[in-house]
């Protein structure tokens, strides 16, 4: 039990171009869900956090427009990176963590983003 | 601020080794500490959920404990397939909800030669 699953596991796009990365939790339905990104060797860094059917909270110094976020149900989250530059490339990955899985975070697979 | 520091930041044994890697905590309202196991390229996997001082959790050739200020992940005799980062979360108290955001530390990277 406690599945998350990424789609797409990676993708490469042109600069000025927009990615869409979905996040879904396939046995249990998540309140919340967070989206991290980590650079080589790094550890996770949270991006935001979303509610089902909120606005996110974004950490300190992300960009909420240039990463949009949509909770828009119990079991799908997505995370929008507009207009991406090379400096947005990294491993992006998401959380759930719902009431019946109560104070545990499931971790999907992540997606690599390449922007060239 | 909450901080996490794991130590050592890199370990290498050999397999039957057995060792223990550090999770050192400083946070307001402790709500759990969290120890994944990651492999590279891919998602943290769940490990152990600790919740208060002397707790213990065992899985196959893993142990966790948890003091007051720090957490301990024990291998014993480890093989090479438990080679991974071991990271360890905390998460602060969030008003009584179950989705207080994680604080990361660095990471332990861990090889088991044959």
């Known amino acids: 039990g406690a599945v998350v699953s990424q789609h797409p596991s990676w993708v490469i796009c042109k600069s000025g171009t927009s990615v869409k990365i979905e996040c879904r939790s396939l046995d249990f339905q998540a309140t919340t869900m967070f989206w991290y990104r980590q650079f080589p060797k790094q550890s996770l860094m949270l991006m935001a956090t979303?509610?089902?059917?909120?606005?996110?909270?974004?950490e300190q110094g992300v960009e909420k427009d240039k990463f949009l976020i949509n909770h828009a149900s119990l079991t799908l989250s997505t995370l929008t990176v507009t207009s991406a530059h090379p400096e947005d490339s990294s491993f992006y990955i998401c959380s759930a963590s719902g009431t019946d899985v109560v104070y545990e975070q499931y971790f999907g697979p992540g997606t690599r983003l390449t922007v060239t | 601020e909450d901080q996490v520091t794991q130590s050592p930041e890199a370990l290498r044994l050999q397999e039957g080794e057995s060792s223990s890697l550090n999770c050192s905590y400083t946070v307001s309202g402790l709500r759990g500490l969290f120890w994944y196991r990651q492999d590279p390229g891919k998602g943290p996997e769940f490990l152990f959920t600790l919740y208060s001082a002397g707790e213990e959790k065992e899985k196959e050739r893993l142990k966790a404990t948890l003091t007051k200020k720090e957490s301990f992940l024990h291998i014993t005799a480890p093989k090479p397939e438990d080679s991974a980062t071991y990271l360890c979360a905390v998460r602060q108290n969030a008003g009584g909800t179950s989705y207080g955001k994680l604080t990361f530390g660095q990471g332990t990277i861990l090889t088991v030669h044959p």
């Open positions: 979303s509610n089902e059917g909120s606005k996110a909270t974004y």
